[in-house]
């Protein structure tokens, strides 16, 4: 059973950093691409950033040169460095794979940004 579980998240004001983790398990996780998406109140789910499983990667437009993604295979994680935050960052933050055919997500954690 594939089991996503986010942590990390918090309020941080304008300008801090955040560093969000997501722990995976029932799957061989090296092999499988881990992506972070987010979703705002009143709006629609989207991709912040994803990492292949040979470390590629790629982000939102929104979040290029501020959030950093990276994995560890040692330890099954995919973590969301997020710098430089925004008042617009506000969301709640999924981990996510495709273990096919199905996509499995974590129970997503809060990021508020505020002053």
């Known amino acids: 059973q594939v089991q996503l579980v986010e942590s990390g998240g918090g309020l941080v004001q304008p300008g801090g950093s955040l560093r969000l983790s997501c722990a995976a398990s029932?799957?061989?996780?090296?092999?499988?691409?881990m992506r972070w998406y987010r979703q705002a109140p009143g709006k629609q789910r989207e991709l912040v950033a994803a990492?292949?499983?040979?470390?590629?990667?790629n982000y939102a437009d929104s979040v290029k040169g501020r959030f950093t993604i990276s994995r560890d295979n040692a330890k099954n994680t995919v973590s969301l460095q997020m710098n430089s935050l925004k008042p617009e960052d506000t969301a709640v933050y999924y981990c996510?794979?495709?273990?096919?055919?199905?996509?499995?997500w974590g129970q997503g954690t809060q990021v508020t940004v505020s002053s």
């Open positions: 990492i292949t499983s040979d470390g590629n990667t």
């Open positions: 029932g799957i061989i996780f090296k092999i499988y691409a």
């Open positions: 996510q794979t495709t273990h096919y055919p199905s996509d499995y």
